[in-house]
């Protein structure tokens, strides 16, 4: 499948007469802010590109990834009818902090809104839907691992609160872990800012990427799968947590 731009930022993955499918930058909302129209997002980007575009389905703002938007009425139903079943393959990396105790498994946990907290979720085992992720451990380091996260249910901030929720929150999540960059002092040893410079984060921005997105093509009557390659603060990340802080098992 051909990939095209048309923003420096934003990657068209693939296009048909249907969908279109981007891999989406941190910091690029998916649908306009109720308070301020201009302040960027996808919704107004593809509509100034094609006339007419539908919201499927969305990213956190500081999420990076693979997102669907459909071009028509017929293929909106379609795909929204598939979110709202759970009949969408989602799979997500993460970067979490800690190791976990079983490296493949399911949280549980009923999610609902946070009346305390204006657009949070929490756990909440008496009026919360039932909301399921499945993970595998991918890799571990020194403080944190890499997990494949596959969210079977779709609710806001699903993964978020989840890990969480078992002690194990994103690596940097202002808002569920209280983190908001991370440093390469922090996982070099023996690492030293220079005099008069001021070190730059590595990241930050959720530690949380839509890495592959797979569904029915209602028209091409086949399965078909979209997968968006890891933002450079993302992979350099990762790449000096292996160089620096790998956990040999």
């Known amino acids: 499948m051909k990939t095209t731009e048309f923003s420096p930022e934003i990657e068209i993955i693939y296009e048909d007469e249907d969908i279109v499918v981007l891999n989406k930058p941190a910091g690029v909302l998916t649908i306009p802010d109720r308070f301020s129209r201009a302040i960027p997002n996808l919704y107004d ?7 007419k575009i539908f919201v499927v389905h969305r990213l956190d703002k500081e999420t990076s990834g693979v997102i669907c ?4 009425e017929e293929a909106h139903a379609n795909l929204s009818e598939k979110f709202e079943e759970h009949d969408v393959n989602k799979v997500y990396l ?6 976990l105790r079983n490296k493949e498994g399911r949280i549980d946990l009923p999610l609902s809104e946070n009346e305390k907290v204006p657009g949070t979720m929490k756990v909440d085992y008496e009026n919360g839907k039932r909301s399921i992720t499945e993970y595998r451990v991918l890799e571990e380091f020194e403080n ?3 997990v494949e996260v596959r969210p079977l249910t779709g609710r806001m901030h699903q993964i978020r609160v ?8 994103l690596a940097i999540d202002s808002v569920y872990g209280g983190r908001e960059e991370i440093f390469l002092s922090e996982i070099k040893k023996k690492y030293k800012v220079k005099e008069n410079e001021t070190e ?4 930050n921005r959720l ?6 997105l797979g569904f ?14 890891l933002p450079k603060d993302f992979e350099s990340l990762i790449r000096q947590l292996r160089k620096h802080s790998k956990v040999e098992t």
């Open 94 to 99: 993460a970067l979490i902090t800690g190791h």
């Open 200 to 203: 730059r984060p590595l990241m």
């Open 207 to 212: 530690t949380l990427h839509a890495l592959k």
């Open 162 to 169: 989840h890990f969480k929720a078992i002690g194990h929150p």
């Open 216 to 229: 029915f093509h209602f028209r091409k009557k086949e399965y078909v799968e979209f997968e968006a390659k």
């Open 45 to 51: 980007i593809l509509s100034e590109k094609y006339g």
């Open 144 to 146: 944190y691992s890499l």
């Open 69 to 72: 938007f459909a071009k028509n």
